[in-house]
RNA sequence: CGGGGUGUAGCGCAGGCGGUAGCGCGCUUGGUUCGGGACCAAGAGGUCAGGAGUUCGACUCUCCUCACUCCGACCA
């Protein structure tokens, strides 16, 4: 009945830094490769990745995108050619220098993101307003040189999806800068029970050569929000650098307006923070590798263990990712196993329940075991998996409201970016203003969000006339 | 790149006075178990991170190097 104590991980509340570490390692999500920053991705952890696949490749195609894969190396001349693209990306660069014996003139850089490749190519392929609108998106890795790595968080390698898209007209491009965010955003409300807060990144947070950027974040059980994806606008400026041009239908030679937009597998360290508990990980049923283990709970009893063959066969049939366990460890080191790998629903079978013609299921995300009769079993856990997602957003999206507080001085700012959550403040807009707050306190501005409205009208920390609603956090 | 920490069996850790290594978990085999991480018995498993120095002798002492990890500055 009662949850027992979990000795192998680390209490959430105790030390948040290295819970996050062992539910990672003992979740077997993942493992640390020789190379520092690299990180294996197990089956496991992995498989959770192909899930939020499937839910985005559906939604960008229902978009009308395509996949497509371009080279893993950037030729150092091209990379140099838009310059603030290049000052933003230029130190955590990774940059091959040799092929073979021989030393490369134009050294090549390991992708820190595609931008340039895309457009390069664009230039090619785009000769007409008819060759409008280009919509692709890749799924690939990309390198980044980090200086601090965390599994998932931050790793000098990740996974991740780019969209790269040309237009004809700027409120097109706009249109799918916001179109792609709506995605990520049904991606966390739909798939992941992540609650974003969606807006704007101020002019010191966005990304290198973007005239604009939006971003969905997401605040963990510590307090600390973390940036989950973005999307862009760049206007023509990689366009123009890049000499991508069309002819239009008014016979005039135009530059095509750009967006790129991308999630990458730090959503999986947004999953774990987000739901997990002192028992380990506690996995959304929409992208949980197994939704449902079935546990006979003595195993030698032929009589039980052949329903449960039954059981999994109605539930594979139904579409469910079901596993029956049937190794000769005990049941109760199966429970906390599958409650570790964060396992949304588990189904308990012994003679006790057959003699009533019934079974327990489990909810991992409440602990909660119900008696269901072995006729209602497909249909309730359907229903339960429905119930689990809905109460674990429910949840996430409480404690997301709950750590938003209105701040009308620096002091009060402090406080509550100390406590963890975001700080909601109204401000001049002036750089000047983030980097004091960030000096004294170590947030950021997260983003503006997009319901703007105003409840104050001056900025607390200089005193002039606010304009903007922003959220400030320790981020990750 | 700055500051700390750790490197001994797959994992987590002991160890010492300088004399060539041990515990728990895991793993293998056999048996008994099975409703919240079962038990018994028998096994397998080690260049003590690397290099140099001191010494008759270094896993232990000295110096250097490397790796990983955590905290800051930078990023998804």
Not at 143 to 162: A, D, I, N
Request: glycine share 6%; hydrophobic share 35%; aromatic share 10%.
């Amino acid at each position: 009945m009662a949850q027992i104590k979990n000795n192998s991980i680390t209490s959430r509340d105790v030390d948040f830094t290295q819970w996050y570490t062992d539910v990672c390692k003992k979740a077997e999500l993942m493992d640390y490769s020789t190379v520092k920053g690299f990180i294996i991705y197990r089956p496991y952890g992995y498989a959770i990745w192909e899930e939020i696949q499937n839910y985005l490749n559906k939604r960008f195609k229902e978009t009308g995108h395509s996949n497509v894969y371009m080279p893993l190396v950037i030729p150092e001349s091209l990379f140099n050619k838009e310059k603030e693209h290049v000052e933003g990306f230029a130190p955590e660069t990774l940059i091959a220098t040799k092929g073979g014996e021989s030393t490369l003139e134009d050294r090549l850089i390991i992708r820190p993101t595609s931008e340039v490749l895309f457009t390069d190519h664009y230039a090619k392929i785009i000769a007409s307003y008819r060759d409008l609108p280009k919509l692709y998106n890749q799924w690939c890795n990309v390198v980044r040189w980090e200086k601090t790595t965390r599994p998932f968080l931050r790793g000098s390698e990740f996974l991740w999806q780019e969209g790269h898209t040309m237009h004809a007209s700027e409120t097109e491009a706009r249109d799918e800068t916001l179109r792609m965010l709506d995605i990520y955003d049904d991606l966390g409300r739909e798939a992941l029970a992540v609650p974003f807060v969606k807006g704007r990144k101020t002019e010191k947070e966005k990304f290198a050569g973007a005239l604009e950027t939006y971003s969905i974040e997401a605040l963990m059980h510590d307090g600390k929000a973390l940036q989950s994806g973005t999307s862009h606008y760049f206007g023509q400026g990689f366009a123009k650098a890049f000499n991508v041009k069309y002819l239009d239908k008014d016979g005039q030679i135009k530059a095509p307006y750009q967006t790129s937009w991308g999630v990458s597998t730090r959503l999986i360290g947004s999953i774990i923070m987000v739901h997990g508990d002192d028992n380990g990980l506690v996995l959304p049923p929409v992208v949980a590798p197994i939704q449902i283990v079935i546990i006979p709970v003595k195993m030698n009893d032929e009589e039980s263990v052949k329903v449960c063959q039954d059981l999994k066969k109605q539930l594979l049939d139904e579409g469910i990712r079901v596993e029956l366990d049937l190794s000769d460890k005990s049941a109760g080191w199966k429970f906390s196993e599958y409650e570790m790998k964060g396992v949304p629903l588990r189904l308990e079978l012994g003679p006790r329940d057959l003699a009533l013609n019934k079974c327990v299921i489990a909810k991992r995300n409440t602990g909660e075991k119900l008696d269901v009769k072995l006729e209602d079993v497909t249909s309730s856990v359907k229903d339960l998996l429905a119930v689990v997602h809905n109460e674990m957003y429910q949840k996430a999206l409480t404690f997301l409201s709950e750590h938003i507080k209105e701040v009308h001085t620096f002091d009060e700012l402090e406080k509550v970016v100390n406590a963890g959550g975001y700080a909601k403040m109204m401000w001049c807009g002036d750089v000047a203003c983030e980097n004091a707050i960030k000096e004294r306190t170590t947030a950021t501005s997260r983003c503006m969000p997009f319901a703007q409205i105003p409840f104050d009208d001056i900025c607390p920390i200089c005193g002039k006339e606010a304009h903007y609603v922003v959220l400030f956090a320790k981020a990750y």
